[in-house]
């Protein structure tokens, strides 16, 4: 049998590329695509438009993989009762998931995550997601929601994204627990505030 002669280094290098994390979100600085959709916020759908939001301030929108789940329960719930200095710093806050809209409405209304205060779009196809370079995955077979509903949708990776009225990424939020992710945005949209 004819060996095979791999110099150490190359080892090394195959390792350290295997071990490489897949093709991240969009970086800070880059250009946020718009979209429309349908969204809800306390139970009432309605169409949301990234442009009009941003002809008022900034806006955070964060990805997240499925409503009612724990971490993503957290981070509504977060979104929610920080609204108000999300305000306060001239930014407005949407949340998007690939859940449909009549699971989103219960969603947005529920008083444990969204209280009504923030709403939520419905990106079921996931091209919001995948526009902003975000991995997509489908949820394994069997996974049931905190109401013990089955997910039958696919999920986002969890990154949220602060997004200037000229539509550019001012910061890009991932990897964090679901609260550090929203005090994170908050203080984003605190320092651009302090900017102005």
């Known amino acids: 049998m004819k060996k095979i002669f791999r110099p150490r280094w190359m080892a090394s290098v195959l390792l350290t590329a295997m071990s490489l994390p897949a093709p991240a979100a969009l970086k800070e600085g880059e250009p946020a695509p718009d979209f429309q959709a349908q969204a809800s916020q306390a139970g009432r759908a309605f169409g949301y438009s990234l442009q009009d939001a941003l002809k008022k301030g900034p806006v955070v929108v964060y990805f997240y993989p499925s409503a009612f789940t724990g971490g993503c329960n957290l981070q509504a719930h977060g979104f929610a009762v920080n609204v108000d200095k999300f305000a306060a710093a001239g930014a ?41 370079q975000l991995a997509v995955s489908e949820t394994p077979a069997g996974r049931r929601d905190t109401r013990g509903q089955a997910i039958d949708h696919a999920r986002a990776e969890r990154v949220t994204f602060v997004v200037t009225p000229d539509r550019k990424i001012a910061a890009v939020v991932g990897g964090v ?20």
Do not use: M, T
């Open 92 to 132: 407005s806050v949407i949340g998007v998931s690939l859940d449909s809209i009549q699971r989103l409405n219960d969603f947005s209304a529920d008083p444990e995550s969204c209280a009504g205060k923030i709403p939520v779009a419905s990106d079921a196809e996931g091209r919001i997601a995948r526009s902003y």
């Open 177 to 196: 627990s679901p609260d550090e992710n929203v005090q994170s945005a908050l203080l984003a949209v605190q320092k651009l505030a302090a900017a102005r």
